[in-house]
């Protein structure tokens, strides 16, 4: 069951509610003090003004002692009420947090669950279809491959699982191999083209880009930007894919003619389940791993990951790696 906004505001009300009384009470028995203190001067007062032999030093004593005592109040008051403050603001921002985990994982598994199912049901219709209906080759042959595309991304959806928590728990240790970079870029290219034969992919990649790393990782970090391209950028708009070498830099650009990303979101997106818009909705494509595990691989390969505005719309994606000597 999801957390809605009334709950939200129902616990933070409680919490609020609680904190308040607090420290109502605190204030409360700092002023009973003070007065208790104050009526015990009046009455030590009176009664050494009633002793004959009552000194001015004897005076002096008795409201020294008052005024140490209400310092002591103070700073016991002063020192109650920062502690209750700083308690009362890790806990608050510990719920906060972990609020907002439990709403962004009850969103992930509605968006899991659509990401998952819509590949397993096509796939499943596809070979109903084959099975019971007499088809031509051609035909087969378009629902063959259709099936493909929806296992392939079923298999680049659990490859994202699968990795993206090995790396946050460190279960995962990466290789550090020569990496030929401008295949792996090639390979990406030229699978997504059959992937989808009606977009148009421009793609201008430097031969023989060598980098130290993990070819699994580097593989999902090529797709996952390609597909991220793809899948925010209108059909009939270009995705362009250019590897470069500068100097001792490999420069990979991914950039579509999207919406676009605004400032605020540019560092947000490498965030886990974080996605724009409205993430709660059923329909809602993606599970806001893909760009997370960009940034995971990336910073694990001592590289740099940056989002800028491309030209006339949408945004380019830029990673730098550096070249093997």
């Known amino acids: 069951m999801l957390f809605r906004p009334k709950k939200f ?44 032999n009552t000194r001015i030093e004897q005076i ?27 308690g009362a603001y890790l806990v608050y921002r510990a719920v906060k947090k972990q609020l907002k985990q439990s709403q962004e994982q009850q969103h992930f598994m509605m968006a899991i669950t ?9 796939a499943q219709l596809n070979l109903e279809t084959i099975q019971k209906r007499k088809l031509d080759a051609e035909q087969q042959e378009r629902l063959i491959q259709n099936t493909l595309h ?9 490859n994202n699982l699968l990795f993206s928590s090995q790396l946050e728990a460190n279960g995962y240790k990466i290789l550090q191999d020569e990496i030929n970079l401008s295949v792996l870029a090639l390979d990406s290219v030229n699978n997504f083209i059959r992937r989808y034969p009606q977009r148009v992919i421009d793609a201008l990649i430097d031969e023989n880009i060598i980098v130290s790393g993990d070819a699994n990782l ?20 270009v995705i362009t894919v250019h590897l470069i070498q500068q100097k001792n830099t490999a420069l990979l650009k991914v950039a579509d003619k999207g919406p676009g990303i605004n400032n605020v ?14 993430e709660a909705t059923k329909r809602a494509k993606g599970t806001g791993l893909g760009l997370y595990l960009c940034k995971k691989i990336v910073t694990r390969h001592n590289g740099k990951i940056t989002i800028a505005d491309n030209t006339g719309g949408g945004s380019i994606f830029a990673v730098q790696l550096n070249i093997t000597d």
């Not at 929806?150 to 659990?158: D, F, M, P």
């Open 218 to 237: 580097l593989q999902i970090l090529i797709n996952n930007l390609i597909e991220n391209a793809i899948k925010y950028s209108p059909k009939e708009t």
């Open 150 to 158: 929806e296992i392939t991304r079923l298999n680049s959806l659990c």
């Open 114 to 122: 659509h990401e998952l199912k819509t590949p397993i049901s096509v």
């Open 9 to 52: 505001h129902r616990i933070f009300a409680i919490f609020w509610f609680l904190l308040a009384y607090i420290i109502a009470a605190l204030i409360f028995w700092f002023v009973m003090l003070s007065k208790q203190n104050d009526q015990m001067l009046l009455l030590r007062l009176q009664h050494a003004a009633n002793d004959k």
């Open 60 to 86: 002096n004593k008795i409201e020294a002692e008052h005024n140490r005592k209400v310092k002591q109040y103070i700073g016991e008051g002063v020192t109650f009420l920062i502690i209750i403050l700083a």
């Open 265 to 278: 979101d540019k560092e947000k997106v490498f965030e886990k389940f974080y996605r724009m818009g409205n």
